[in-house]
C-alpha cells in the first residue's frame, strides 16, 4: 500500500490497493479492474474480502478498529491482525497446509492476503446441513497435537518459547474478550447478556447461583491467564474450521496467545458437543438427525484420540525443549511414559472444564452459536440448549471423573431431553 | 557515566565514573578522591562495591558479563541488572522500604547504586553464628505476600500484568539458570555436580533412580515454566536477605520472572529448613543449638502464617484484577473465602515441592550453601546434609499431605539423625 495511514476498505477501492502489492497482483492474474470483490465478512470482528483475479481467487482480511458485532462503541485496536499474521505464520510451520497461505501481509492497514479454501464452507453451518467429513477428526486432531506440542517446552527453545510469550502477551484486548466475555459475564447479570427467555430462565438462575461452579469456573479463569503452555488458536471453534468433503482447514486465529493446551482443545469438542445437543432441532421429524448426531459425537471421540496418537509421537520424537529432558526421565521409558500420561490427563481435565465453560457462555453470554439461533421454535430451542447447559455444568463439576470422551457421550445421553 | 561502553569497573576507577552522576554525588558528600570503596561481592555473580562518601555510604553493584563463580567460561548477559533494576522498582512499591532503595541506574554499564544496609549482616551467615531476630518472620512474610499478590491478576490490571509479564520474559538466561540449575541437573550426573562424597554416595545414587521423586520434579519444572502467576523474587533464599536486629531485608532480584507464587516461598523456607538442619554440625557440645534449631523452625511456620494472614487481608482489600471477581464470587462471602482457601493451598502444595528441589539442589548440584559448607568435619556434614535430601524427598512426594509447617516441622524431627 502507498499510504500508510489505516484506512478500511471497500469491495470498490479494494482492487486498486491490491494492484500496487507485486506479489498479490501476480497471483490474481490480469488487471486490476477485472478483478472482482465482494465482502463476505460474517464473523463478530473483521472485513473479510474473496478477490477474485484472472488466474486465482485469494481471501483479504481487514480489522476494523472496533467490534464488527456490537459497532464503534467498543473500539478494538487493529494491531490484532500482527497477531494473527504471526499465529498463522507459526500454525503453517508446525502443521503445513491446516491454516491458509499468507501472501502479504500489511501491518499499517491491518491486513492480511491469503490463500481462499474453496469450495469450502464454515464447518459450523456444515453440521447443521447434516454434512459428514471424515477426516475431519484426523486433520483437527493432528493439528491441535502439532501446534499445542510444537510451540511449548517440550519442543521449542526455551529462548524462542520465551520471545513468542513476549510477543502474544501483547495480544491484551482480545485475552480481554475471552476473560471477560467467556469466564466472567456469563456467570452473572451482565448487560451484555441473552438467553432464550422465559423458557431458561429458572436453569440460568440456577447456574448463576451456583457458587460451587462459579468457583471452579474462576479456577479455570485462573489457568487460562496464567499457565503460559504454549502458543493457542485461541477461538477454536467450529466457526474457525473450513471444510470441503474430507478436508479440513483452519482459519481466524487472532485471538492466539501463550495458555494451557487444554483450552483450544476444550473449546473444540464443546462445539462439536453444541452442534450434537441442536440436532433435534434440526429434525424433520423425530429421530432424523439421531444419526447425524452420533456422527459427531463419535467425530469428537476421534479427534481426542488422534490427538493422543499425534502428541504421543511429538512426545517420542520431537521431545528437544527443556521439559522433562531425556536426561532425567529418560525416553518412552517407564518414566517418560509416565510423564506423557500425566500430561495428557491434565490436558484432558482442563479440556473439559474449558468445553463446559464455552458451553455456557455461548448460551447465556453475547455471542451465540448459529446451531441453536437457527431453531425457530423457542421452546425446542431452549431444550436443545439446557441439554447443553447442564452438560457443560456436568463437565466442569465433574471434569477430574471422565475417563475419556465415551464417558462424555454416556453423559451426553443421559442428560438428552425426551423427545 | 560519560563513556556508554560497558566497562567493569575497580575501586580505583569507581570514583571518578561514580562522581559524574549528580544523584550520586549529591549523597555521598564531599569530594570523590575521599570516598572510600572496597569490593565485596561474595554472590556468585557480580562485582559489589561498597562505597563510603563524606555523608552515606552506598552500594554499588555492576555485573560482569560471565557468571563469577564459574569465570568467563560461562557468559551471562549484562542485562541482568536491567531485570534487577525493574524488580527493585516494583518490590518497592509494593511493600516499601523493604528492598534498597534505587539511587541510579546506568544500563549501558549494567550498574545500580543503591541504599546500603548497615550494618545488617546475611541473614544466612546470621543463622550460622546462632542470632535470632525477632520480626523476621513478619517482615519476609509480609514481603512475599505483599509482592506476590501485588504482581499477580489478583491486583494489576490485566494489561499492565501482561506488560510486566513481557518485560520479565527476557531474562532468559537467568531463568535458564534455575531450570538447568535447580531442576534438572542435580537429578543425574551433570559435570557440574558435587556432593559430600563418599559419605553421600549411595543416598544421592538412590535419589538419581527414583523415577517417581524425578518425575515430580519434572512436573514441578513445568509448573515454574508455564505457571506465570505473578512477578516473583526468583532467588530468595537466606542470602537474598540482610538483617539487623529485628530489621530484615531483600536485595538481589535480578533472576526475577513471572512464575508460581510457591516459588519464592518454597525456596525461602528450604533456606530455613536447612538452616535448621545445619545446626548440630554448628554446634561445639551436643544439644547446643537445638534451641536454635527449634527457633528457626518456628521462624519457618511464623512465616507462612504471616503471609496467609497478609494475603487474606489483600484477598479483601485489594482484589481489583481479573481474577475472582466481586461480580462472580462476591467478596469474603462463602464463594470468595473458599476461592481463597484453594488458592492458599496450592501456594502451600507447590511451595513444599519447590523446598524440596532446592534442597536437593543445593547439596547435589553446583551451588552450595555456607551452613553446610562450614561444617569441616565431612561426617558430620553428611548427616546435615542427609537430613535435608530426605526431607527434601518428602516433601516433593508427600507435598498434598502436609497440612501445615507444623506437620514439616514433625516431619523434620522424625527425620532427625540421632545426636
Redo the contacts between chains.
Sequence with gaps: MVTTEYQPLTPETLPDRLAEIPDIARQLGGEAHQWHCREVGDGNLNLVFIVEGATKTLIVKQALPYVRLVGESWPLPLKRSYFEYHALCRQQQRDPGRVPEVIHFDEPQALIAMEFFSPHVILRQSLINGARHQDLALHIGRFMARTLFRG??LCLP??ER??D??LF??N?EL??IT??LVF?EP??D?DQNRHTTPQLDSLVASLRAD?TL??Q???L??DF?????TMLHGDLHTGSVMVHEDNARVIDPEFALYGPMGFDIGMYLSNLWMAACSQIGHANRPGERDEHRNWILDVANDTWTVFIQEFSRLWDTERLG????E???GNRA??SE??LN?RLKTIWRDALGFAGVEMHRRILGLAHNAEFEDISDPDLRAQCESHALTLGRDLILGRAGFSNVDAVSRRFHQRLPAA
Design positions: 511449548s517446552d526455551a529462548k520465551k520471545a510469550l513476549q502477551a501483547g491484551v485475552c480481554d476473560e471477560s466472567t456467570y452473572f451482565a457458587e462459579k468457583l469456573v474462576q479456577h479463569k485462573m491467564c496464567t499457565r503460559a503452555e527443556i521439559l522433562y529432558p536426561t532425567v526421565v517407564s518414566a509416565l510423564a500425566h
